[in-house]
């Protein structure tokens, strides 16, 4: 079955420590992302990458970092400069095409708590 | 800056009754809406989606409108089943960009 595997489910992280949140896709799709969900918002865009070996910024990349050597592969590190990392991380990708609107795809999600 | 916004954070419908969610956003450079149902531990799943050239979208149970002069989109659930409790979001795609903004969800209670 085609789709996208986020792993772990569930991680901890003692204080001052990087993690790294797995993110794997065999839909071919070219682009991949990675939101945040806190409880009560929306998910909110920390990186996205079109191609292989590029990426940006989205809207809270501060204390992540990514990298994207493999089409199907987008993993996520968590640094110790992000403060607030307790949340729920979603992975996502979707074809480019110009001619027609397809939606983003998504896994099941990495829980991350501090220990 | 909210540019997508769910303001009604849970609804209850009775089921077999219609269920409405609401959307609003401030931004008329979108140009994609899609609809997003997500369950507890899960990822979100895509549900259904609306071109800005159009004013429906339906399919099965599910209808989405969009009534750009009000920047206001709905999604209306007919009739509601126990399966539909979930939270849904709302989304929103720039004209020419791949990325999505997001509203902040609503969660949908079907009563039996």
């Known amino acids: 079955d085609g789709g996208i595997t986020q792993s772990p489910k569930y991680l901890f992280r003692k204080e001052g420590q990087n993690v790294t949140l797995s993110c794997e896709q065999n839909?071919?799709?070219?682009?991949m992302y990675w939101y945040r969900q806190d409880p009560g918002q929306g998910l909110r865009l920390i990186y996205y990458?079109?191609?292989?070996?590029?990426?940006q910024k989205g809207d809270i990349a501060e204390g992540y970092s990514v990298s994207r050597e493999k089409k199907e592969s987008f993993p996520l590190t968590v640094t110790s400069a992000q403060k607030n990392p307790t949340a729920f991380y979603l992975c996502?990708?979707?074809?480019?095409?110009?001619?027609?609107?397809?939606?983003?795809?998504f896994g099941d999600g990495t829980r991350l708590s501090i220990l | 800056d909210q540019q997508v916004k769910q303001n009604s954070p849970s609804l209850s419908v009775q089921e077999g009754r219609i269920s409405i969610l609401n959307c609003d956003y401030t931004?008329?450079?979108?140009?994609?809406f899609l609809w997003y149902k997500k369950y507890p531990a899960e990822g979100p799943t895509f549900l259904i989606s609306?071109?800005?050239?159009?004013d429906k979208n339906e399919d099965g149970r599910f209808t989405v409108f969009l009534n750009k002069s009000a920047k206001h989109l709905s999604l209306h659930i007919v009739p509601s089943q126990p399966g539909d409790s979930a939270v849904y979001f709302c989304?929103?795609?720039?004209?020419?960009?791949?990325?999505?903004?997001f509203g902040q969800g609503t969660r949908l209670t079907i009563n039996p």
């Open positions: 996502a990708s979707s074809p480019i095409r110009e001619l027609s609107n397809q939606p983003q795809h």
């Open positions: 839909l071919n799709h070219d682009a």
């Open positions: 990458s079109q191609i292989v070996n590029d990426f």
């Open positions: 931004n008329s450079m979108f140009d994609y």
């Open positions: 609306i071109s800005s050239i159009k």
């Open positions: 989304a929103a795609r720039f004209k020419g960009a791949q990325k999505l903004v």
